[in-house]
């Protein structure tokens, strides 16, 4: 029966908007694929969609989201076709083709305009305020985020709010302002508490980011461990990868090398193996860069350097990527 496949599908959405993933795909696998009619068949796809790119896996996401887009557009449903366009601009931005992420954020902001959603729209505005910051347009980016508070807030969609509050979060820290950024992701953390979600793990990750930048090794060590091992109780295999990556400055301040060669090797896979290119690793391999160097770990910090540049040049930002190539030149050939 279609209307039960619906009925199921509702089921997955109320456990995925606060990133119960496992309840989620629980109820998923109660559908019987020859229930699934030609309107519901595409809600399935983009909720597959949804679990993948929470739980990390990105390219596939993307693959499904674009099958569950053409299936949406072949039954004129507008609502799924912009949904799906918004989660496979999330996942081009993570992968690091930001043009893609723009165009796909546009036209998913067109047809959540034309179709009077305006939480949606809320949503396309906070992903291209993250998408100007990670291009560094952090001006730009906090006047998008504004403008979409203001909607979210006219509209009491807290869960849409949190995650706005976080990404503030995230311009503030880029800026410098780390006392702002540390409030604002403690009123994200507030409300993903408030809510049950299981996204406030991504706001204490970035709280140990605060942490890693007001140069508390120690502190941002014990935040990211506890990170660490709530991501992987959920199977969230690539961001485990990416905290380690963001934890190996920590490593080499206590002198770890056992553990830092293994995180070397999970910032490595990250980059090679998972595509993943993200502004926070690139940062933080600098920052550990630093580090093995102030710890005379030459050899150490002349691989670390060389993940980060790459990660720069993936991202686009040619200035950070020689400044530390500059870096490591002087600093090896010294």
């Known amino acids: 029966d279609p209307r039960g496949a619906r009925a199921i599908h509702l089921s997955a959405q109320a456990f995925l ?8 795909e629980a109820t998923m696998r109660a559908i019987d694929p020859g229930a699934l009619g030609p309107e519901t068949e595409p809600i399935e796809r983009m909720l597959a969609g949804i679990v993948l790119q929470k739980r990390g896996d990105t390219t596939r996401a993307l693959g499904a989201f674009e099958e569950a887009r053409a299936l949406a557009e072949a039954v004129s449903d507008r609502l799924v076709t ?18 893609a992420a723009r165009e796909h954020y546009e036209a998913a902001g067109v047809l959540f305009g034309g179709i009077g959603e305006l939480a949606h729209e809320a949503r396309v505005l906070t992903g291209l305020s993250d ?13 998008l985020a504004h403008q ?21 979060g995230d311009l503030l820290r880029k800026l410098g302002r780390l006392d702002e950024a540390e409030a604002s992701y403690r009123d994200a953390l507030q409300e993903f508490t408030a809510l049950g979600s299981g996204d406030g793990t991504f706001v204490r990750l970035n709280l140990g980011l605060v942490q890693l930048a007001r140069d508390d090794l120690v502190g941002a060590d014990e935040t990211l461990a506890e990170v ?9 295999d690539t961001y485990v990868r990416i905290v380690r990556a963001i934890r190996l400055a920590s490593a080499a301040h206590a002198g770890a090398w ?6 070397v090797d999970d910032a490595s896979g990250l980059l090679l193996e998972g595509g993943v290119i993200d502004p926070d690793v690139a940062w933080a391999l600098e ?10 770990m030459p050899a150490r910090a002349e691989k670390v350097g060389a993940l980060a540049v790459e990660q720069f040049r993936r991202l686009g930002d040619l200035v950070s990527a020689e400044r530390v190539e500059a870096k490591l030149a002087a600093r090896l050939s010294g």
């Open 17 to 24: 908007l606060p990133s119960l993933i496992d309840e989620a």
């Open 82 to 99: 912009a949904r799906c366009l918004y989660g496979a601009a999330e996942c081009e931005k993570l992968l690091g083709r930001f043009d």
């Open 131 to 143: 998408l100007e910051g990670r291009g560094g347009r952090f001006e730009r980016a906090l006047t």
């Open 148 to 168: 979409s508070h203001a909607i979210l807030e006219r509209l009491g969609v807290r869960p849409s709010i949190a995650v706005l509050m976080n990404g503030v």
């Open 228 to 236: 660490e091992r709530e991501l992987a109780l959920s199977r969230r």
């Open 258 to 263: 056992d553990r830092f060669d293994g995180f």
């Open 287 to 296: 920052r550990a860069t630093r580090e093995a160097f102030a710890q005379q």
